[in-house]
């Protein structure tokens, strides 16, 4: 007998808090920090330093469905890490009615501690591990680009929650695979059998969208001769074969294509429907430019892809497979970079290299760690655009996490993990530079550094008793007295949703500092006492939007001056006043 009450999925206590937690806003700041960067006017790059939960959230906006790519490395919960732990506080009635138990082991444990060593004695140590990651891989997930992929380093403590938090977010459909990666020696402390692997799991943002990249090769045996393009050709089921190809694997990949008779034919196996290897729209460019060869068979035609052999000088790719056992950790690396290993369990710029390949970036992509530690991921995308001219760019979200003071990186004077992340970006950049002096110049290598703070806008809270007392002049600016021209500029570019990676210009007109962000996207002058002459200079550059600080007009009668000047000279900019 069926029992409706028992329903498949997975759960956790603490994960309806998580849920929220993704889609709860926050109030915070990206501030600039123009001393800890690198040609922060011109990069396109982003150094993020702060909670990357916080920090994922200000991005929404700016970078919605714009990553191309995001690899992270987080804490594989191995009973000594220090985990992300958000302050999802609940009191023991709320826990018990939300959660209906108490914690894994029955031991009352409700609150998840700020930032802390996630250890196995915690009665939710799966459940607090799960809480971290589940709201980072949700907002993770709204900054993939449709054709996006994500991958993600872990090893055997949390691969199978890993996977099922995954099939969740990203959708199971969106599976692209496990990568096996044999990157270490065998661990003499293990137990057992000696580990010598970890896995990087791998999901599409829409799978019929992405396109996995391959090794490029040379020469193959292509049998058939295409008389019309002069160029040889073998050819390949265009029915997907082996596992995941039946009809309810991908509904939506079984559709019918129209034969040379005219008649339609569906992607069927010798078990009943099957499904096509590829989406409508491939399908359709490939049957337009005459890439689908049609076999008749016991009057049942038969769709193949005519895959041609490379031309003269051309090369062709293969898939990548799922083992890796060919790239080893990044210690040689640092100790390159550094002389010494300032950071334990580096990866090698070289898997962040293959995993970008997988990718299949663009010239001009977007990647995103998260996890950045040491930074191995912009080391990896320098090297790429270093080796082929490209422009991608990376953002870096990292914690200002403490060195440990018996660290080797604290030994070296790093005081954050966060610096150090820094200082392996300036080292490999001129590294690149020797390894690749023709392009060394087109190298964006380079970093705009922000650091997530608190609001800009002063808090104010005033009793009805405190009126009398109060002195009004205090309050005549609401803003911060310690924030820059610059923390108003990035607080305004990311409430409008542009990049952080547009360029800057700063220009002293009259006295006054005007700053240009963009192609004019934003002109911002946020000195006092504005005359007329700094407000049309601004306005006769016809700025898409004109920004200033309240305190800035000295009576109402400036305030209506600006608008019938930018009426004139440029009426389409909005305006801004904070």
Same mark, same amino acid.
């Given at each position: ?19 929220? =937690? ?225 009809? =309810? ?43 689908? =060869? ?19 000088? =051309? ?264």
């Amino acid at each position: 007998m069926n029992d409706e009450r028992e329903l498949y999925g997975f759960t956790w206590p603490g994960k309806r808090e998580a849920i929220l =937690e993704a889609g709860r806003p926050i109030d915070k700041v990206l501030r600039p920090c123009v001393e800890e960067s690198e040609n922060f006017e011109a990069t396109e790059n982003l150094y993020i330093e702060g909670d990357n939960l916080e920090a994922m959230k200000i991005l929404q906006r700016s970078y919605m469905r714009k990553v191309k790519m995001i690899y992270i490395d987080p804490p594989y919960n191995t009973g000594h890490d220090f985990i992300y732990s958000d302050d999802f506080a609940h009191d023991e009635e709320t826990a018990q009615k939300d959660f209906g138990m108490n914690d894994e082991e029955g031991t009352r444990n409700y609150t998840m501690r700020n930032y802390r060593e996630n250890t196995r004695a915690n009665p939710r140590y799966h459940s607090d591990w799960c809480s971290m990651i589940y709201p980072r891989l949700r907002l993770a997930s709204n900054l993939l680009r449709d054709d996006g992929v994500i991958f993600i380093s872990i090893d055997d403590n949390e691969v199978v929650n890993l996977r099922k938090i995954c099939d969740e977010i990203f959708d199971e459909n969106n599976f692209v695979a496990n990568l096996v990666w044999k990157g270490r020696s065998g661990r003499h402390d293990s137990k057992y059998l000696e580990e010598i692997h970890e896995y990087i799991l791998c999901y599409a943002k829409n799978i019929d969208l992405f396109s996995a990249g391959g090794i490029i090769q040379e020469g193959g045996n292509y049998p058939k001769y295409d008389a019309e393009k002069q160029r040889y050709y073998k050819t390949q089921l265009l029915r997907k074969w082996g596992s995941n190809s039946r009809r =309810e694997d991908r509904p939506n990949l079984y559709y019918p294509i129209t034969a040379p008779d005219g008649s339609e034919i569906y992607p069927m196996t010798p078990n009943g429907a099957g499904r096509w290897r590829w989406s409508r729209e491939t399908m359709n460019k490939a049957l337009h430019d005459r890439l689908v =060869e049609f076999v008749k068979v016991n009057d049942e035609w038969i769709a193949y892809e005519k895959v041609y052999a490379p031309a003269e000088g =051309e090369k062709r790719e293969k898939r990548f497979t799922t083992w890796i056992d060919d790239i080893n950790n990044g210690t040689e690396t640092l100790k390159q970079l550094f002389t010494t290993t300032p950071f334990d369990y580096s990866k090698s710029p070289n898997l962040i290299l293959r995993l970008m390949k997988i990718a299949n970036l663009d010239s001009d992509s977007i990647v995103l760690d998260f996890f950045a530690g040491s930074s191995t991921t912009a080391h990896a995308v320098m090297s790429l655009n270093a080796s082929d001219s490209g422009h991608r760019k990376f953002i870096m979200i990292q914690l200002p996490e403490p060195c440990p003071p018996s660290s080797e990186a604290a030994k070296a004077g790093y005081s954050t993990i966060a610096q150090l992340g820094r200082e392996r970006i300036r080292r490999a950049s001129r590294k690149l530079a020797q390894d690749f002096p023709l392009t060394a110049g087109q190298i964006d290598s380079g970093f705009r550094t922000l650091r997530v703070d608190s609001p800009n806008f002063r808090d104010v809270f005033i009793s009805a008793d405190d009126i009398d007392s109060l002195d009004l002049d205090s309050l005549a600016d609401n803003l911060k007295p310690d924030r820059s021209p610059l923390d108003l500029l990035f607080m305004c570019i990311t409430d409008s949703g542009l990049p952080l990676s547009l360029t800057l210009a700063s220009e002293n007109f009259s006295g006054f500092t005007i700053l240009t962000y963009g192609d004019g996207e934003i002109i911002a002058c946020f000195d006092s006492a504005l005359t007329e002459e700094v407000i049309t200079h601004i306005a006769k550059q016809k700025p898409q939007r004109a920004i200033f600080r309240d305190s800035a007009f000295q009576d109402s009668q400036t305030r209506i001056n600006l608008e019938q000047i930018f009426r004139y000279h440029s009426p389409d900019s909005d305006m801004q006043i904070l």
